[in-house]
């Protein structure tokens, strides 16, 4: 019989989102606790330098970022357990059953915050120039190219935003996709094929990243021809899409193309389950926007509690 344990919200995820969500919970008198399968700090320990989080115009190091999250958490005594969650499922009391890999959780509300994996390309030089050439995240690390030739790697609507994005700041930009033609939206690609400072590598792939310190050149394939040649480029913006792990959420909540559907309370289909950051159907995924997320997601889930302790409270609605 597993470990069981009662507590008013539980948090899945001790990234951004889930460490600002159980801050704000917390300050509301909510009991709650954070479970992370993996060390708190999510994909923030992978980012080498954030340059777009209000308040810090030196910069700061992911990594450092977290840190300062997880002492606030830490602060307000609020617990980080190091748990996999691995189903939720409704009880007869309307309660919610949290099973970790250690331990059954019963809740009131839970905030579902676990993020997303970007994908690599896995191939020679990608681990080893990462942060030095090799980005997962235009948006963030663009202007370091300002005036350089880069490369963007997919086919996507991201790897098209990124290309568009990345043709406003820098000399030029090879658009590199292993198809012939864009999976992108109709609009954008039209867009993005008429933009005269980007170039699509069509039916190419990456074989390898060079490169000493930073990003020199890549290694390229025609997967027609088998042909391979040198692309001297000082960036590589991989946009081949986020993992979102959400195989164990399928049967109980809507989902989006993996990603958990909410409303703008970031409440989900089902009543007492909200979700915050990454893992959520949004449009840019950011620490400002996971930030946002969790700081809403926290004051719906303290209204849901409210109302279920019988303070009068709020306006929390049922989901429809
Ligand atoms: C290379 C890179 C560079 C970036 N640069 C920037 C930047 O410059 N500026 C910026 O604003 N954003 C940047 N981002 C994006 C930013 O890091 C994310 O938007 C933000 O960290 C997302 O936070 P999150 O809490 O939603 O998810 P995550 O950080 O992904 O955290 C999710 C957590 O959930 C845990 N988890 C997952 N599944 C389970 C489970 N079943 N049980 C328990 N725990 C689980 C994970 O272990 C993880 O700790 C970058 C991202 C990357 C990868």
Redesign the pocket.
């Known amino acids: 019989m597993a470990n069981s344990r009662e507590v008013e919200l539980v948090i899945?995820?001790?990234?951004?989102?889930?460490c600002t969500a159980a801050i704000y919970a917390k300050r509301y008198g909510v009991d709650v606790v954070i479970?992370?399968?993996?060390i708190?700090?999510?994909?923030?320990l992978?980012?080498a330098r954030?340059?777009?989080?209000p308040g810090f115009p030196e910069g700061i190091s992911?990594v450092e970022l977290s840190q300062r999250v997880r002492q606030q958490v830490e602060n307000y005594g609020i617990e980080i357990i190091q748990?996999?969650?691995?189903n939720i499922s409704r009880q007869d009391n309307g309660r919610w059953l949290v099973q970790s890999t250690e331990a059954d959780w019963l809740t009131v509300a839970v905030v579902i915050?676990?993020?997303?994996v970007?994908r690599s390309l896995n191939v020679p030089g990608e681990k080893k120039l990462r942060g030095r050439g090799v980005?997962?995240?235009a948006i963030?690390?663009g202007f370091l190219f300002r005036g350089e030739t880069v490369a963007v790697v997919g086919g996507g609507n991201a790897a098209a935003e990124d290309a568009m994005y990345l043709a406003d700041i820098c000399e030029k930009v090879y658009l590199i996709h292993r198809r012939d033609r864009l999976r992108a939206d109709a609009y954008l690609g039209q867009r993005l094929l008429g933009n005269g400072n980007i170039e699509p590598l069509w039916n190419t792939v990456v074989q390898e990243i060079i490169g000493e310190e930073e990003v020199e050149q890549l290694r390229l394939r025609n997967t027609q021809t088998d042909a391979e040649w040198l692309l001297p480029v000082t960036g590589v913006f991989v946009a081949i899409g986020e993992i979102a792990?959400t195989d164990?959420l399928e049967d109980l909540l809507e989902l989006d193309d993996g990603f958990i559907r909410t409303d703008m309370s970031m409440r989900t289909n089902q009543p007492g389950i909200f979700a915050?950051?990454?893992?959520r159907n949004t449009v840019v995924?950011?620490?400002?926007t996971?930030v946002g997320d969790a700081t809403i997601a926290a004051y719906s889930a303290y209204q849901y509690i409210a109302q279920r302790r019988g303070e009068v409270y709020g306006e929390y609605q049922e989901p429809k």
């Open positions: 899945v995820g001790a990234g951004v989102a889930g479970l992370d399968k993996g708190a700090g999510g994909q923030l992978t980012v954030i340059d777009n989080f992911g748990q996999e969650v691995t915050a676990t993020g997303v970007r980005s997962y995240c963030c690390d792990h164990w915050a950051g990454d893992i995924r950011q620490v400002t996971a």
